[in-house]
């Protein structure tokens, strides 16, 4: 029987700050992340903060908020700048993340 490939770990988790508040992401990706209870914000609006991956360390970025669920209360943002230690960063959770788990 031919082995099953898996995905061997949960996303981890991305903690975004915007104007010194804090915000779990509900998801991420290399793109961009969502997050819910965010205050004042509307689609097209531009903001800067910092995100950890993990509890790790802090970088910096700039993100657009490309998507807007009222009734939800969520917020997509679609990333305009991050550093390269953070792409890398990012890169190497979901790298993690994915990297094949045999199954039998």
Not at 1 to 21: F, G, Y
Not at 29 to 42: A, D, I, K
Not at 60 to 89: C, H, N
Request: aromatic share 6%; glycine share 10%.
């Amino acid at each position: 029987m031919p082995a099953k490939m898996s995905v061997s770990e949960p996303l981890p988790p991305l903690t975004v700050t915007i104007a010194d508040q804090s915000y779990p992401s509900d998801n991420w990706s290399l793109g961009g992340f969502q997050l819910t209870g965010v205050p004042g914000l509307s689609v097209g609006d531009v903001v800067s903060g910092t995100l950890k991956v993990d509890d790790g360390d802090a970088f910096a970025f700039t993100a657009s908020v490309v998507r807007k669920d009222a009734g939800a209360g969520t917020l997509g943002f679609q990333f305009q700048e991050l550093t390269p230690q953070a792409m890398t960063r990012l890169d190497r959770a979901l790298a993690r993340r994915l990297s094949p788990r045999r199954r039998v």
